[in-house]
């Protein structure tokens, strides 16, 4: 069975600092990696995702994320965060060769101060 | 189309009725999947197909809940016999391919009185 892990229901930063949303995966194989962020009363809008390559992934909105096979991680990151940022982000996982269903995790409230 | 277009946006029905959402997913995108989102949760897988073909039907939570897209491009997710735990958001996405990204659509709030 393949499970996504989001620690940290909400996540506070400070406008311009930099922001980390943490996720876990396990699956069986090798992982393919989403990251998607959700507005209020809005659709789920793509980020980046990891299928090989290199470990860091840039996406859209200055966002990137960093995959570590052997700590099972893909971590959200953002060198500079914006009050537009305040989002819900959710990670989602799924096995490269089985299964094509996503899992995703629970999600985290991100929220940047001004 | 531009986007993944699910209708009806919003669908409030009584204990006991039957309905039906609608997904138009983007032209060309061979694979189509249904989510089910609590408020405050992550996504749940319903169902996927790949073309005309349903692949994967195993999160469908039980028997009053089917799917279909006869042609390989829209596709309707019924609910029978609607109960108040059926209240969610169903999201719909589609896909170009097994390594490409999902597009999903705005969802079909259901809401179950």
């Known amino acids: 069975a393949q499970s996504v892990a989001q620690p940290e229901d909400q996540v506070n930063v400070a406008e311009g600092n930099p922001l980390t949303v943490k996720c876990t995966y396990s699956?069986?194989?090798?992982?393919?990696l989403f990251w998607y962020v959700q507005y209020p009363n809005r659709g789920l809008q793509f980020l980046l995702k990891?299928?090989?390559?290199?470990?860091l992934v840039k996406g859209s909105y200055g966002f990137e994320a960093e995959f570590n096979k052997s700590q099972t991680s893909f971590h959200l990151k953002k060198p500079s965060a914006l009050v537009s940022d305040s989002a819900l982000y959710f990670c989602a996982v799924r096995s490269l060769t089985g299964r094509r269903a996503l899992t995703f995790g629970s999600g985290t409230r991100l929220q940047v101060q001004p | 189309g531009a986007g993944v277009s699910q209708s009806p946006r919003y669908k409030v029905t009584k204990r006991g009725q039957d309905v039906a959402l609608r997904c138009d997913p983007i032209s060309g995108h061979v694979s189509l999947y249904w989510y089910r989102q609590a408020l405050g949760q992550g996504p749940e897988f319903l169902t996927y197909f790949n073309y005309e073909a349903q692949q994967d039907k195993s999160g469908l939570p039980n028997d009053r809940f089917s799917a279909e897209r006869p042609e390989g491009s829209i596709s309707t997710l019924t609910i029978q016999r609607t109960e108040q735990r059926d209240s969610a958001m169903y999201r719909c996405?589609?896909?170009?391919?097994?390594?490409?990204?999902?597009?999903f659509g705005s969802g079909t709030r259901l809401t179950v009185v």
């Open positions: 990891y299928i090989t390559g290199d470990n």
């Open positions: 996405a589609s896909s170009i391919g097994d390594e490409a990204g999902y597009t």
């Open positions: 699956v069986s194989g090798n992982p393919y």
